[in-house]
């Protein structure tokens, strides 16, 4: 009864809404009868359809959560009653579905082992999920478990396994070494997310696949390199690794996700294989083969940047969070600053605008606030969204060309009012420093 219940009063919120949505709003817009009709029709449709069918969703136990690792020769417990959904508190039968050569069983929700390997073993919890028309059916499903050997803090995957899947080692902080053997294929998402006890780990020229954000997170690990047969470094791979100095990238590698190197805030070198078809690397930074593009630039390099002369074009981003940079000097053959380039340099204070570059990006230089001075070329007619936002450090303002579009948040404390009641004229704007709110206009 509960199930129904439930249905009905999520199906008569959805009725409720779309009749006042779509009825209310056309009858204001004095649309037809007809059309009030239709809508609330469909209003009907979707009670219909997402309210009876909600519970379907909704009451599944959440016991997908379950850790996949587990330690030879120690009782891994099973939960003994699912949590989460509408459906908590029924009691899960769990049994060994294959046992590989752990020698696992399971006994008052306890599953024991006796060697290293991978289990299957199922769940199974008596009328949990509701198919749409009320059909009351048992929940059932099967899930592997990795069995490792632990010497201290070292963990290590037994030879044989092929994949270390999704959410494997999950917050697995005890670790700082992990074993990965030469069996081993595919890495999966997650399988190290947040291993943050993690200091060194080698991957074997075995593995050709490494999944999105498997090391996220691993705040500790300090360098690593790409094995030869990664042909893709995949979405917030190492993101939040704030340890991590160094990577080293082979010739195998033809794509590098933009998200990649996320809050690598140490980051100092990206080390490119010179034989690699599609990346090079100079000073540590990230360009194209042939260094007509700036990919990335590490977050934790330091000092003075000179971007090549052969430079045209600079990634979005490409040096947002590098908050150890001073300076950096733009070839001039760049005509365009993309969005969230220098975001958050805030050390910065240091760079030209290249006369060529006619658009610069929304938040392109946003939290650059140990800047005192920029001078906007002539050829540039529109500044975008939060541009120059928080760039509280600035006194001078220099403006070559003729500004047609400007956003309210672009610049710093009231610049706007005086650039406007010059009429948005060319020229040097200046305040006295940089807690001040008084610019004027030379």
Known sequence: ???????????????????????????????????????????????????????????????????????AETDFRLPKETFGGNHRGLPIVWTVINQGATGAVVKDNALTTTAPGEVVVRANVAR????????????????????????????????????IGPRIFWECEQFTTITIPNSVTSIEETAFFCCSGLTSITIPDSVTHIGNSAFNGCSNLVSITIPNSITTIAHAVFYR??????????????????????????????????????????????????????????AGKTGAVTIPESVTSIERSAFSGCNELTSITIPGGVTSIEEYT????????????????????????????????????????????????????????????????????????NFLNTFKANNMAAGTYIRPNQASTTWTKL
């Open 342 to 413: 220098f975001y958050g340099c805030n050390r910065l204070t240091d760079i030209t605008i290249p006369e060529n570059v006619t658009s610069i990006g929304r938040s392109a230089f946003s939290g650059c606030y140990g800047l005192t001075s920029i001078t906007i070329p002539g050829g540039v007619t529109s500044i975008e969204e939060n541009t120059f936002y928080d760039c509280r450090g600035l006194t001078s303002i220099t403006i070559l060309g003729s500004i047609s579009n400007i956003y309210t948040n672009s610049f710093p404390e």
């Open 1 to 71: 009864m509960h199930f129904l219940v439930e249905n009905f009063k999520i199906g008569y919120y959805i009725l409720f809404v779309s009749i006042n949505f779509y009825g209310g709003t056309v009858v204001k817009n004095k649309h037809k009868p007809y059309q009030i009709a239709f809508k609330i029709a469909l209003g009907f449709l979707l009670f219909v359809f997402l309210g009876c069918s909600w519970e379907k969703y909704s009451s599944i136990p959440r016991i997908e959560l379950l850790p996949r690792l587990a330690i």
């Open 241 to 298: 690794c704030s340890n991590l100095i160094s990577i080293t990238i082979p010739e195998s590698v033809t794509s590098i996700a933009v998200s990649a190197f996320w809050e690598c805030r140490r980051l100092r070198i990206i080390d490119i294989a010179s034989d690699n078809s599609v990346y090079s690397s100079v000073d540590g930074i990230l360009y194209d083969k042939n260094q007509t593009i700036l990919i990335k630039t590490p």
């Open 128 to 163: 949990a999920t509701v198919a749409r028309g009320a059909n009351v059916k048992d929940y059932i499903k099967d899930f592997t478990i990795l069995v490792v050997t632990v010497i201290g803090s070292h963990a290590i995957i037994p030879d044989g396994i092929k994949s």
